[in-house]
Nanobody, 115 residues
Framework: QVQVVESGGGLVQPGGSLRLSCAAS????????MGWYRQAPGKQRELVEE???????IYADSVKGRFTISRDNAKNTVYLQMNSLKPEDTAVYYC?????????WGQGTQVTVSS
């Protein structure tokens, strides 16, 4: 069974940085996409940034220039470096992995940006 586990969330002041990690385990074949979504209280889950087949990176306009995704294929791990964090970045951040056969969500990690 394929699983993804997130880590690295926490409380940070506005303007600060955090790095999230997502490690996939299990019998993983060809990955079509792997990346990050987030859900703030009272809002729908939204794409933050993900890497798709062909190393194509898709990201939300709201994080452009501030967040950077990277992927370690050998470790089936993706990272999200978040800089210049804003209070509106506060949310639960979820890792998502998709293949041609299935999609998997992690449990989520809380990111709170507050002074």
């Amino acid at each position: 069974q394929v699983q993804v586990v997130e880590s690295g969330g926490g409380l940070v002041q506005p303007g600060g940085s955090l790095r999230l990690s997502c490690a996939a385990s299990g019998r993983i074949y060809s990955i079509n996409a792997m990346g990050w979504y987030r859900q703030a209280p009272g809002k729908q889950r939204e794409l933050v940034e993900e890497v798709r087949s062909g190393s194509i990176t898709i990201y939300a306009d709201s994080v452009k220039g501030r967040f950077t995704i990277s992927r370690d294929n050998a470790k089936n791990t993706v990272y999200l470096q978040m800089n210049s964090l804003k209070p509106e970045d506060t949310a639960v951040y979820y890792c998502n992995l998709r293949t041609q056969l299935y999609g998997v969500w992690g449990q989520g990690t809380q990111v709170t940006v507050s002074s």
